[in-house]
Every structure is written in structure tokens, then in C-alpha cells.
């Protein structure tokens, strides 16, 4: 595996957060556990476009109520600040200086491998396979210039410590000749978050059936395609100074 160093970026996407807007219909939140996947990756890297992407790929083809995947780039300007703080911050924290890479997280803990199909699925079966102790429902639909995201968290046990919920951003088909493929599509980048950071906003409410409602509202960029665009919602559990995927979501945004 050829080795890139990387360049870290702190900055994050930022968007206002209202919490007075309320969801109105009844959410029913599952007590289903996913798994997260981050892909890091970059489009001059001809082993991420050999081996890296079409891994991502196959789990992407999973789907949603399994495994919500989010790429992280290096040093390619696709993704936001937020796409680069939480992919370098995983790299820093498994002494990890070589793309690409991935990351599996779900129910507090946290895999880094070499993407491989057998190994990302047998990651994405252990933690699925346990029971969720949280999950999150979110809707997204743009209004005008913005998407406006609501979020809902539910604990299906007591959580100890803190959990965040971070909303990303994602854009499909980004269209960018990749090294070591012929494909030059892109999903699932991270694009860009709410709040002032990517790991999003502390849930005040963990106890035992507690669940907490938010809403944001994020300024769409004039290079995003709406009709690509779609938002995760994870929930961190915060370990440290790391944070580990608890569960996490994702819905196409619906054009308004």
C-alpha cells in the first residue's frame, strides 16, 4: 500500500440551529443498530481507485437500513472541513498515514482496516448484530436556498457519558476522474454540516426512553447538485478526545 501523508483541516461548514421548530408528525424510532462506514480516500490515489472505491461501492449497494457510508477525501476538494476533520481525526487516532483506509463504527466501538469486502462486511455484521443502545430518525427537504433538517434521538438504554449528534451533508454522483479506475463518479462525500462542528451538538437527553428533538437550517452551496444531495445523523459517543459512531442515519433530500 503506497503511503500520503495527510494534511489536517479543523474548520466545519456552518449553519443556524433553531430548536423552537418541532416535528409535528408521530416518529416511531426503531430500535435497529447500523453501522457507519468512512471511506478515506482521495482521487489522485491510484490504489483508492483499484481497491478503495469499489469496495465503498459494494457496501454502499447494501443499503441505508444497514450501513450509511460517508467518503472522506484527501486533498482533492471534494469534501467540506467536516469531511476532513472527522477522516483525519480517525487516521491520527490508528497511527494510520496511508489512503485508502476505512472505518467501521457503530455501538460504541470503532474498526480500521485496509478495505476489503469480506472483512467490511464481517465488521458491519458484529455491530449490527448487536442490540442498539440509540438511534436517530432525520428528515431533509430544501427551502429555497437551504435544506431544512430535522432530527429526532431516542436511547433505548441509559447512555453513559456524552453523545453528540452530528448532521452531515452528503452529495452524490460528483463527477471527478479517479485514479487506478475508470469511474469518475463519487458518492456519499461529505460535503458540508450543521453547526459549528462536525461532530455536531451535545444530546442533553440520554436516560432510558428519552429522546430529544432538533431542527437545522443549512445554506445550500452553489456547487452542491440538490437533486444529489442527502444527510446523515450520527450519533457520537464521545471517547476521549475521539469519538465513536453509536448508530447513525441517512435520507435523500426531497426537492421543495
Request: glycine share 8%.
Amino acid at each position: 500500500m503506497k503511503k500520503f501523508m495527510l494534511l489536517l483541516a479543523v474548520g466545519a461548514f456552518a449553519a443556524s440551529c433553531s430548536k423552537e421548530a418541532k416535528i409535528t408528525e408521530t416518529i416511531t424510532i426503531p430500535q435497529t443498530q447500523k453501522t457507519l462506514l468512512i471511506y478515506k480516500g482521495a482521487t489522485w490515489c491510484g490504489p483508492c481507485g483499484s481497491s478503495g472505491k469499489p469496495v465503498l461501492r459494494a457496501m454502499e449497494a447494501i443499503g441505508e437500513d444497514k450501513v450509511v457510508c460517508m467518503a472522506s477525501q484527501t486533498n482533492d476538494g471534494l469534501n467540506s472541513a467536516a469531511g476532513d476533520l472527522i477522516g483525519n481525526n480517525l487516521m491520527t487516532r490508528f497511527s494510520q498515514n496511508g489512503i485508502p483506509h476505512m472505518f467501521e463504527s457503530g455501538n460504541g466501538s470503532t474498526y480500521n482496516f485496509y478495505p476489503n469486502q469480506s472483512t467490511a462486511t464481517n465488521n458491519m455484521n458484529t455491530i449490527n448484530g448487536k442490540s442498539a443502545n440509540a438511534n436517530a430518525y432525520v428528515s431533509a427537504s430544501t427551502n429555497g436556498s437551504n435544506i431544512e433538517v430535522k432530527a429526532k434521538t431516542k436511547f433505548f438504554a441509559a447512555g453513559s457519558g456524552e453523545y453528540y449528534l452530528s448532521i452531515i451533508v452528503l452529495e452524490d454522483n460528483i463527477q471527478k476522474t479517479q485514479s487506478g479506475s475508470s469511474n469518475p463518479e463519487h458518492d456519499n462525500v461529505m460535503r458540508g454540516n450543521a453547526g459549528s462542528s462536525a461532530w455536531g451538538e451535545l444530546i442533553t437527553s440520554t436516560a432510558m426512553d428519552a429522546e430529544q428533538e432538533f431542527s437545522y437550517s443549512i445554506a445550500i452551496d452553489p456547487s452542491w447538485k440538490k437533486e444529489n444531495l442527502k444527510v446523515a445523523a450520527v450519533i457520537w459517543k464521545k471517547n476521549g478526545a475521539n469519538y465513536d459512531a453509536e448508530n447513525a442515519s441517512a435520507v435523500k433530500v426531497t426537492l421543495k
